[in-house]
């Protein structure tokens, strides 16, 4: 399965870098919540992907039963990294918002004063 | 030693202070320290004169070769000597100068970091030390240079200065690694130990262009000579201690040090012995048409670095002690010369000799000294001066392949200088009293203090040549020249062809002198062309060229649009990456097992089709839609591969996600489609391009374990020691609970962010 998932992590990857190239900056914002996907699948793949074996203790023991358990400080950096990602997009989107009240412009190339 | 070396610039630190404190006499005061300083390396005279050099070594970074070694011999001495010394007179003298100046202390401030980085750079052993505070010394020169700030050309001659001579030392670093990595070692005394090593070395040629190219700009060799006269925008002071026994020695300072390594090659009989003769030619040239009396000096001392640089090309044993003798001797009466400048400007109110006159009733004792140093300058007998250009010219006379060009320049040079000389002493003082802008009259003690005694010194090692011969010139030569020489300097050497040369030199110097206002004439109807075409035209060609580069880098690179960014991140990253991956490294792309249930392919699919219709769709509700597959495929996937607490979150945010989407893109407007296709499909490539790398290394990765993952440590802690038995939990919210915290605070700060924004929206509409 790990072959299938960097074919769509590359994709991914991909299609968010195609739409942060865009001059509207409203698929700047689409581009930026694919990137985020994507960095997390990247770590989530190569921290090896295991079926049914989530890191959690059962009653009565003190370790995760049997040998093979999901890695869960990937896991964790994820959970992390999700949260904080969007938090950015929501500051991001209203910024955005804000910037095409006052400038009236979608298009990125005329967004280029500081003051206006 | 270390104490000695940095006490200077400890005591930079508090002089401003001091200066403050103790108000008028404070130049006496502080001249304590260089006066101690000299004492003490006084000290080591006797141990140097019998045992030779010794080495004195605190650790620095010893791993990276590091150190605060000081290497004490001869030559480090003479130069140790002649800064503390000179250092001395410099600041009792500035005190008078500079006298009720608003930025005195600041001045004697920036004074003892320039003597401290001088000294450290005559002393130290280590390439690497010795570089540092041969940078600390363009830096401090530059601040002294420029220290009438508010002056234009001050801030214009500074740069200038700087530029020229942190461009060599660019090129003096990349020389001195070479010549640790060759010789094996960062310490001077086992590189020069090893006689051979750096000249039968493969890299010989290049790191004696950048040695070379470090010395000669810090040293104002011809073509980089223009900026040490222009230097002349310093207060007097300064000029009278750059001039004399630092700043500008400090690339003969190397040649001289680097001679029993580097030298006794053709190049650096060549290279040397031309370029030498040529600046010294060019600085006597140019002394001889200026009026001002600063820029005949600072003109002569072109003139002498070109001597000493062309002596030690020679490299002879007789041009050693010349090239030793002739510093001593230029030190001690250039610092008197410019000392008694700078008197003659402070009293006058003006630099032009020509509107000076008469002065010999109102200012006799620096008439006396003046007259003293100016022989010297002119290489008259029974000064210090004449031992050393007799010395000069027997040097060039046995020059090895270059005799008649060295002897025919250094002839002609010293007429020139002599004949300045003469309009130096003589003509600001005799004639008329001419009506100058401030009524005349003698300097104040602290002003003559340094030119007095340092001219009397010069006549007194004329008169016993034996005191500087056995007292440190013949260390300085044996250090220089790689093996002891016996050393006698005195007056008489016989009538032979230096003494004729002497006579033809000054005979011509006095010549010279009578007819200087033809001369001025010549000068100025015949050779403007140098004006037009020297090599300060040169430098700023060079200077407006650099300011075009960076206004055109910084258009390229700095266009301001992202999409230019992006592109060059992400191509960057693939063609760095990918050429080091394929190129450099033999990990196999496998395709790792096969083994997948027909629900996680379709899974994985729908996440890609997602993020394709999220990117070509022209419809804002479609991106939505789109971006919402792809987000809750992903947390399929994370529920599907043993993680559920990933899957809960990002079903939770994704939801949140497309809420806010639909909120905020229905206020923007409509998709528009604003690239040309062919910029379309440029942008294809480059995302391509970036999607395959990343997907090869994922396939490259897989498998590949370097190290137990910690997480076996974290699980077994989880439940024994932090009570918990969700370890993705407890990871976060116990063992990187400040990671956690700080999450929380950036979720905050964005919330406030959002908040912030939607008010001051509000309140817009309101108005």
New interface residues.
Partial sequence: ????????????????????????I?????GL??LS??A???I???SG???????????G????PGGA?????P??L???A??????????A??????A??VVGE????QM?STDS | MLIAVLSGFILAAASPWLARSVGDRAGWLLAALPAALFVYFLGFLPTVNESGAQVIHYPWIPDLDVNFSFLVDGLSLLFALLISGIGTFIIIYAGGYLHGHPHLPRFYAIMFAFMASMLGLVLSNNLITLFVFWELTSVTSYLLMGFNHEDKNARWCALQGLLVTVAGGLALMAGLIMIGVAAGSFELHEILADDDVLREHPWYVGMLILVLIGSFAKSAQVPLHFWLPNAMVAPTPVSAFLHSATMVKAGVYLLARFNPGLGGTDAWLYTLGIVGALTMFTGSFMALRSTGIKAVLAYTTVMALGTLVMLIGIGTEGAIIAAMAFLLAHALYKASLFMLAGALDHETGTKDILKMGGLRQLMPITFLASCVAALSLAGLPPLFGFIAKELMFEATVGAPGLAFFTTVLAVVSAMMVAGMAAVFAIRPFTGKLKETPKKPHEAPPSMLAGPVVLATLGLLFGLMGFIPASGIVQSAVGAVYGSPIEVELYLWHGINLPLMLSILAIAGGVALFLRWEQVLDFYRERLGFIDRFGAERGYEKWYDGVVWLAEWQTRVLQSGYLRTYLTITVLTTVVLTGWTFFGHTNSAVTLGSMDMHFYEVAIAGVVVVGAIAASVTSSRIGAAATLGMVGFGVAMIYVLFSAPDLGITQIMIETLTVILLVLVLFRLPGFLNLSKPADRVRDAAVAFSLGTLMTVLILAVNGVTVTDPISLQLAEWSYTEAQGRNIVNVILVDFRALDTLGELFVIGLAAVGVYAMIRLRAEDKQR
């Fill in positions: 399965m790990g072959s299938v998932m960097a074919v769509v992590v590359g994709a991914l990857f991909a299609a968010s870098v195609y739409m942060m190239l865009r001059r509207s409203v698929k700047l914002v689409i919540i694919l996907n994507a997390n699948l990247l989530f793949t190569v992907l295991t079926r049914g074996a989530p890191p959690l203790i059962p009653e023991m003190t370790v995760p358990w999901a890695d869960p400080l896991q964790a994820i959970l992390t999700i949260v904080i990602g969007f938090g950015v997009l929501a500051f989107v209203v910024l955005i918002h804000r095409y009240e979608d298009d990125m190339d280029r």
